[in-house]
């Protein structure tokens, strides 16, 4: 399973980002092994983060995303692409347990 975790750093020590579409970073996890770390290219500019950030994890095959907050339009474009999705707290070296 690949899962994606929007993160403020680029370690495990980090905290969750609480915003999913404007995340620094997203991090890449492959059986709960760090994988790949993705700069977000949608972290400042205009609408339509949630889309973009959907779909570029889309083209990356993951199956599940954590974020501390999704809204509406990341909601929708996450459950467009059949992306799985959890609201979750805390440090990401702890999530992954």
Same mark, same amino acid.
């Given at each position: 399973?690949k899962?994606?975790?929007?993160?403020e +750093? @680029? /370690?495990? &020590?980090?905290?969750?980002?609480t915003?999913a /579409?404007?995340a620094?970073y997203?991090?890449?996890f492959e059986? @709960? &092994?760090l994988?790949?770390?993705?700069k977000?290219?949608?972290a400042v /500019?205009?609408?339509? *983060? +949630?889309?973009?950030?959907?779909?570029?994890?889309?083209?990356?095959?993951v199956?599940?995303m954590?974020a +501390?907050?999704m /809204?509406p339009?990341m909601?929708? *474009?996450?459950e &467009?692409k059949?992306? @799985?999705f959890?609201?979750r707290e805390g @440090?990401?070296e702890?999530?992954?347990k």
């Open positions: 399973m899962i994606a975790v929007a993160s +750093g @680029k /370690g495990l &020590k980090g905290e969750i980002s915003r /579409g404007r620094r997203y991090l890449i059986d @709960k &092994k994988s790949e770390v993705i977000n290219p949608f /500019g205009g609408g339509g *983060a +949630g889309w973009s950030v959907a779909s570029m994890l889309d083209e990356k095959d199956d599940l954590i +501390g907050r /809204g339009n909601r929708a *474009a996450l &467009k059949e992306i @799985k959890e609201e @440090k990401i702890e999530v992954l």
